[in-house]
């Protein structure tokens, strides 16, 4: 199985200010991997997939990098509706063994 | 506009089994992969189980592996998950996903989700 990581756990952040956060696989996923934000009470939002593409709807401030082990989202410019929690998924195998990573909260400074 | 319901959740013994429901409409449910995926209480969120959209390539999780049994019906537009031997630690929302490429293999990234069904296993 692959072990997905994130940090910080929890990272706090004015308003304004850029946000980057970090994933990590425990082995290569290529660029099999997405970006989640949820809020309390609310579904899973997907905002990245394919490591950089950003999904329909998402703001440009959102961006993704990284391949292989090593991955970060980046807020270029944190809004209050941004603060919440963060997961990545790899979905490099088929049939599919997808995992998440635990997840980063991002909280108001 | 793709809607997602989930049901069939509820609290339910140790050692016993429950079946949830996804009723899929808004897309054309028969293109595409669909998947669980659970979040206990106050944690993140764990991957369960997958099925391709013709019901030919299945996968789960090493904790639901032999216990939980995934599968579809696409003229009811409907996807279930079979949950027996159920324990403790399945007690989460249970939410039904869509993945957003239409017939890949692979590209298992989820562009629509439910707002799940809650599982709770107590005695």
């Known amino acids: 199985e692959i072990v997905m990581t994130q940090s910080p756990a929890t990272l706090s952040v004015s308003p304004g200010e850029r946000a980057t956060l970090s994933c990590r696989a425990s082995?290569?996923?290529?660029?099999?991997l997405a970006w989640y934000q949820q809020k309390p009470g609310q579904a899973p939002r997907l905002l990245i997939y394919g490591a950089s593409t950003r999904a329909t709807g998402i703001p440009a401030r959102f961006s993704g990098s990284g391949s292989g082990t090593e991955f970060t989202l980046t807020i270029s410019s944190l809004q209050s509706e941004d603060f919440a929690v963060y997961y990545c998924q790899q979905y490099n195998n088929w049939p599919p063994r997808i995992t998440f990573g635990p997840g980063t909260k991002v909280d108001i400074k | 506009e793709v809607q997602l319901v989930e049901s069939g959740g509820g609290l339910v013994q140790p050692g016993r089994s429950l079946r949830l429901s996804c009723a899929a409409s808004g897309f054309t449910f028969d293109d595409y992969a669909m998947h669980w995926v659970r979040q206990a209480p106050g944690k993140g969120l764990e991957w369960v189980s997958g099925?391709?959209?013709?019901?030919?390539?299945?996968g789960y999780a090493d904790s639901v592996k032999g216990r939980f049994t995934i599968s579809r019906d696409n003229a009811k537009n409907s996807l279930y998950l079979q949950m027996n031997s159920l324990r403790a630690e399945d007690t989460a929302l249970y939410y039904c996903?869509?993945?957003?490429?239409?017939?890949?293999?692979?590209?298992?990234?989820?562009?629509?989700w439910g707002q799940g069904t809650l599982v709770t296993v107590s005695s």
């Open positions: 082995q290569s996923v290529s660029s099999n």
């Open positions: 099925i391709s959209w013709n019901s030919g390539s299945i």
């Open positions: 996903a869509k993945v957003a490429a239409r017939r890949v293999k692979g590209e298992s990234y989820f562009d629509y």
